[in-house]
């Protein structure tokens, strides 16, 4: 009932911007934080940004004044716009969600997108 699908990844230059989307398609629980996590080559995924259901946002250190979350509720949609992206940007990028409407800094996440590909080179 809870069916999170990623699009918005492609390849771009340093400095270019890109625009994350993840729709959660299930019927249900549309309600949930959602959130960012991005996983490179031989690296653990890490934390990318969240968003809550109030509206209250939260950044890795290594993405505040980059990146911005936001989430659209009628259209059941969150974003990630990525701008001045970096070579250290690029990994897979995976929309996730804990079955909780608030976001904690070690989250349990219930559900995961697939993940999308962003590249960026020099």
């Known amino acids: 009932q809870v069916r999170l699908v990623e699009s918005g990844g492609g390849s771009v230059q340093a400095g270019d911007s890109l625009r994350l989307s993840c729709v959660n398609s299930?019927?249900?629980?549309?309600?949930?934080?959602m959130g960012w996590f991005r996983q490179a080559p031989g690296k653990e995924r890490e934390f990318v940004a969240a968003?809550?259901?109030?509206?209250?946002?939260y950044y890795a250190d290594s993405v505040k004044g980059r990146f911005t979350v936001s989430r659209d509720n009628n259209k059941k949609t969150i974003y990630l716009q990525m701008n001045n992206l970096k070579p250290e940007d690029t990994a897979v990028y995976f929309c996730?969600?804990?079955?909780?409407?608030?976001?904690?800094?070690?989250?349990?996440?219930?559900?995961w997108g697939q993940g999308i590909q962003v590249t960026v080179s020099s």
């Open positions: 968003i809550t259901w109030s509206l209250l946002t």
């Open positions: 299930g019927r249900a629980y549309d309600n949930l934080a």
């Open positions: 996730a969600a804990p079955h909780n409407v608030n976001w904690t800094p070690s989250p349990r996440i219930a559900y």
